[in-house]
């Protein structure tokens, strides 16, 4: 049983556009949400995160949406970059737990 | 600053070997370490974790095993290696308090064969 998923296995972007990943989650007890970034042959690392009293955090070309009330959240990057291309995992937690839940991850491609 | 190391990079092994991974963490104290592993298309499932020295707690029953000799060391183990143990294997890492964000190493591809 799945609590994040990303339902999108790869998504493919011109460069200069936007990309936009989903993730949702089942667990409403849920309150801190994160996108990593994985390259080939790499650990991940982390990128941006999003607390549930917040619906919106923005870093740089990064911007994390939450909606709640449909157990969503999503990343945008805008404008994508080819350097941008790798697979981007959401994950989530509760603040009672020290282990986040990861979604199988989204392969993102941009097109120079 | 604070740096994760993990050795080998890849390794392969016979099936029915023993198994060692060993992680290090350096430039802080008391962290949250964690063992992953990724196989192809199934995202990053987690293994083991531990909040202190000699505490673990296992997420998933199977032939791995992990220990935490010091503050700063995590080690995963095997006494023998089955085929779907191949994968990549991540360790990581989180402050005290720091609500899910965890800085990865950089991984070693472990091939059963």
């Known amino acids: 049983d799945q609590q994040v998923k990303q339902n999108s296995p790869s998504l493919s972007v011109q460069e200069g556009r936007i990309s936009i990943l989903n993730c949702d989650y089942t667990?409403?007890?849920?309150?801190?949400f994160l996108w990593y970034k994985k390259y080939p042959a790499e650990g991940p690392t982390f990128l941006i995160s999003?607390?549930?009293?917040?619906d919106k955090n923005e870093d740089g070309r990064f911007t994390v949406f939450l909606n709640k009330s449909a157990k969503h959240l999503s990343l945008h990057i805008v404008p994508s970059q080819p350097g941008d291309s790798a697979v981007y995992f959401c994950?989530?937690?509760?603040?009672?737990?020290?282990?986040?839940?990861f979604g199988r991850g989204t392969s993102l491609i941009v097109h120079p | 600053s604070q740096t994760i190391h993990q050795w080998p990079a890849t390794l392969v092994q016979p099936v029915g070997s023993p198994l060692s991974l060993e992680c290090t963490v350096e430039?802080?104290?008391?962290?949250?370490l964690y063992w992953y592993r990724q196989a192809a298309g199934r995202g990053l499932q987690l293994l083991f974790y531990?909040?202190?020295?000699?505490?673990i707690s296992s997420e998933v029953p199977q032939n791995l095993s992990a220990s935490r000799p010091q503050d700063r060391q995590f080690i995963l183990s095997s006494k023998k290696l089955l085929l779907s143990d191949s994968g990549f294997y991540l360790c990581?890492?989180?402050?005290?308090?720091?609500?899910?964000?965890?800085?990865f190493g950089p991984g070693t591809r472990l091939t059963v064969l």
């Open positions: 994950a989530a937690g509760s603040g009672g737990s020290y282990i986040p839940t």
């Open positions: 531990s909040v202190g020295i000699g505490q």
């Open positions: 990581a890492w989180e402050g005290p308090g720091a609500k899910g964000e965890q800085f």
């Open positions: 430039g802080t104290s008391n962290p949250n």
């Open positions: 667990n409403s007890m849920f309150d801190y």
């Open positions: 999003i607390s549930s009293i917040k």
